[in-house]
């Protein structure tokens, strides 16, 4: 069942210099229960897609086309009112930097019970409370944590309150951007198999916004790969981390360094190409100036989607 359908996202931020296009035609979809995961290095527009699909992008940010249908609705064309109903109710996000997004001088707790009082206003104190534990029991929290301040958490039971906070409203879908960042290995690998176990048992929909390819390729089951605002690659998990075909994928795959080998493809590390002449085209693929298989007609023609399989396609007329 098909809970997310996006079709021609274009989101853009006004800037002094003028308009910047910062996410560039997305299309995608997401099942109930099942889990996408959004990479690329910093700036490609990753986070940009997760606050546009809440309609939380800052005041220079313009939602410049598309349609986004969440259980048949397009988001984009409702009231405001109608979207602080979807909003954690249907739609929830872990934001970025979420540790320190907690009030200092209010109690965790409290703070998730306003959460709840706010979209269920009928709740008791004591009813949110009983919920916030059972949220906490699913976490693995104690419950005599519940009403301790922030700096008496440590920073993975920060993150996981982060998570029970996101569940507050049992939500279908939760956007989960760089859920693990400024977290070492350990905990960053406790929190990822609690999210796996919470998904699965309340069969969560989630969307993973990353550049740890490590983290995507445990957790999600399709991979959406951007540059430069644009997907270049997506398919299932193993399509695309066993058999990458654009050329950045492969890059970006080639700069991940394993023990075991997980993306030990036939294309050995070699040094970025840069062609500073090259003269960039907005019609033009945007990866060109530092692609090893570009030609000259790829300075004439704009790549275009090759299907490799029903699932897998990538943005590269090189690709068939």
């Known amino acids: 069942m098909t809970l997310l359908e996006v079709e021609n996202l ?6 002094r ?5 910062a996410v560039d035609g997305a299309s995608f979809s997401l099942d109930k229960g099942k889990s996408l995961g959004i990479v690329g290095e910093s700036g490609c527009g990753k986070t940009t897609i ?6 939380l992008l800052p005041e220079n940010g313009i939602i410049q086309n598309g349609t986004v249908l969440f259980q048949g609705r397009d988001v984009l064309q409702l009231s405001e009112d109608e979207m602080r109903g979807i909003r954690w109710k249907r739609i929830s996000m872990i934001f970025q930097a979420a ?14 019970v306003e959460a709840i009082r706010i979209h269920y206003p009928d709740y008791s104190r004591d009813r949110a409370v009983k919920e916030v534990e059972k949220l906490y029991q699913l976490v693995d929290i104690p419950h005599s944590r519940l009403f301790n301040y922030p ?3 440590s920073g993975g039971m920060k993150q996981r309150a982060i998570i029970a906070m996101a569940l507050t409203c049992h939500p279908d879908l939760v956007i989960a951007d760089e859920p693990t960042t400024a977290l070492d290995v350990i905990v960053q690998d406790q929190i990822i198999q609690k999210i796996k176990e919470i998904q699965k048992e309340l069969n969560l929909a989630v969307i993973f916004i990353s550049h740890d390819i490590g983290m995507v390729a445990e957790v999600c089951h399709d991979i959406m790969v951007m540059y430069k605002g644009k997907i270049v690659e997506q398919g299932k998990r193993e399509e695309v981390f066993v058999t990458p075909v654009h050329p950045y994928t492969k890059a970006l795959l080639s700069s991940y360094l394993t023990l075991d080998g997980v993306f030990d493809f036939e294309d050995e590390q070699k ?6 002449d090259t003269i960039i085209d907005s019609h033009i693929c945007g990866y060109i100036q530092h692609c090893r298989e570009a030609d000259s007609s790829c300075l004439k023609e704009a790549p275009g989607w090759q299907e490799l399989t029903p699932t897998h396609k990538a943005l590269c007329r090189l690709c068939k």
């Open 271 to 276: 040094d970025l190409v840069c062609r500073p």
């Open 17 to 21: 210099r003028g308009m910047s296009l």
């Open 10 to 15: 274009s989101i853009a931020y006004q800037t």
């Open 99 to 112: 540790m320190n997004a907690w009030n200092p001088v209010q109690r965790i707790g409290d703070q998730i």
């Open 50 to 55: 997760g606050m546009g699909l809440l309609r």
């Open 151 to 153: 700096h008496e958490y």
